[in-house]
């Protein structure tokens, strides 16, 4: 959604220990995984507690994570499907209009208009909103920096979970 939310995480003391450790690499790759989903589950939070509810809350409910790559070079990021997304994060310019579709449904749900006259109700939503644009919400920027700290401070902790873990391992 927002390109430039990006956390680099350092893992050189889980790469340590992986070299030091190679017979575990399963406990160091579960303590990755483990901080890759923990950190997407808060920014998830974050973001979706600032998503605009609307009319069904079907934006904020599409907010998910995605994993992808290996332990050593796993990204995460969160996602939405919906179309709708990227125009309420970072608002709308004028001269363009949204969809009338969309704003029809709004119209009946939220304003209780019905199907005789929404279409022409959605007609004057649009061309406003094309006139004027929208603001946007920036949901995905405010929440990234509402969880970084914890985030950071999750993954932080991951090389002595994993350490603890070994340890233990060792001393059966």
Same mark, same amino acid.
């Given at each position: =959604?927002?390109?430039?939310?990006?956390?680099?995480?350092? %893992?050189?003391?889980?790469?340590?220990?992986?070299?030091?450790?190679?017979?575990? !690499?399963?406990?160091?790759?579960?303590?990755?995984?483990?901080?890759?989903? @923990?950190?997407?589950?808060?920014? &998830?939070? &974050?973001?979706?507690?600032?998503?605009?509810?609307?009319?069904? @809350?079907?934006?904020?409910? $599409?907010? =998910?994570?995605?994993?992808?790559?290996?332990?050593?070079?796993?990204?995460?990021?969160?996602?939405?499907?919906?179309?709708?997304?990227?125009?309420? !994060?970072?608002?709308?310019?004028? @001269?363009?209009?949204?969809?009338?579709?969309?704003?029809?449904?709004?119209? &009946?749900?939220?304003?209780?208009? /019905?199907?005789? !006259?929404?279409? $022409?109700?959605?007609?004057?939503?649009?061309?406003?909103?094309? %006139?004027?644009?929208? &603001? /946007?919400?920036?949901?995905?920027?405010? /929440?990234?920096?509402?969880?970084?700290?914890?985030?950071?401070?999750?993954?932080?902790?991951?090389?002595?979970?994993?350490?603890?873990?070994?340890?233990?391992?060792?001393?059966?």
């Amino acid at each position: =959604m927002a390109d430039n939310l990006t956390l680099k995480i350092d %893992t050189k003391d889980l790469e340590k220990l992986l070299k030091r450790f190679p017979s575990f !690499e399963s406990i160091i790759f579960e303590e990755i995984n483990a901080a890759m989903h @923990g950190g997407l589950a808060i920014f &998830q939070e &974050q973001i979706q507690g600032r998503t605009p509810v609307g009319v069904s @809350g079907d934006l904020r409910k $599409s907010i =998910m994570p995605v994993v992808r790559g290996t332990p050593q070079n796993l990204q995460g990021e969160l996602v939405t499907s919906l179309v709708y997304g990227e125009p309420v !994060e970072r608002g709308r310019e004028p @001269g363009k209009w949204p969809p009338i579709d969309a704003i029809e449904l709004w119209v &009946q749900r939220k304003l209780g208009i /019905g199907p005789d !006259e929404s279409r $022409s109700v959605a007609f004057l939503i649009a061309r406003k909103i094309g %006139t004027v644009g929208t &603001q /946007g919400a920036f949901m995905f920027e405010k /929440g990234f920096e509402a969880g970084k700290s914890a985030v950071e401070k999750l993954w932080a902790l991951a090389p002595e979970k994993a350490a603890r873990r070994i340890e233990a391992e060792l001393n059966k």
